[in-house]
């Protein structure tokens, strides 16, 4: 059994994704930081995607690790095939934009060096934009 803080619904999931959301915005054109934007910014397409798994599966708690190894994962492309989503039918957009989170990485956050502010940028844009993919998450 998982902690209860561990517990999470799809309106957990996605309150979290809005306080990854917060920090993408606030940091995004900070020359220092905008690597905790894009970071932000891929976190939340994680959580996002985990909502709608939750949705589509109708689960009414994450399951703990033992029951489903498959969704303790922060790789985005296992996370999108699970939730069901096929790029290929969607509008170019939004297709452009979900190539653009698919390079997220947890772990580039332990790179080393500064990050382009544009980076950064295409990032959030990508995720929270207009043709965004949390944006259109969220219409699933």
């Known amino acids: 059994m998982s902690p209860p ?3 999470i619904t799809i309106d957990g999931w ?5 306080s ?3 920090v993408a915005l606030k940091m995004v054109d900070d020359r220092a930081h905008c690597r905790e934007a894009w970071q932000a910014a891929g976190t939340a397409v994680e959580f996002a995607f985990k909502a709608v798994i939750m949705k589509r599966e109708r689960m009414n708690r994450w399951p703990d690790k033992s029951e489903r190894p498959d969704l303790h994962t922060h790789d985005l492309r296992v996370l999108l095939r699970i939730a069901g989503v096929d790029p290929r039918g969607l509008e ?6 979900i190539r653009t989170v698919l390079d997220w990485d947890r772990s580039h956050d332990y790179a ?6 544009r980076v950064a940028r295409s990032m959030v844009d990508a995720t929270f934009g207009p043709d965004g993919v949390v944006t259109w998450l969220k219409t699933l």
Do not use: Q, Y
Not at 92 to 97: D, G, I, T, W
């Open 92 to 97: 170019r957009p939004l297709r452009a934009s």
């Open 112 to 117: 080393v060096g500064s990050m382009e502010r």
């Open 14 to 18: 996605w309150g979290r994704v809005e």
């Open 5 to 7: 803080d561990l517990e």
């Open 20 to 22: 990854k959301r917060a």
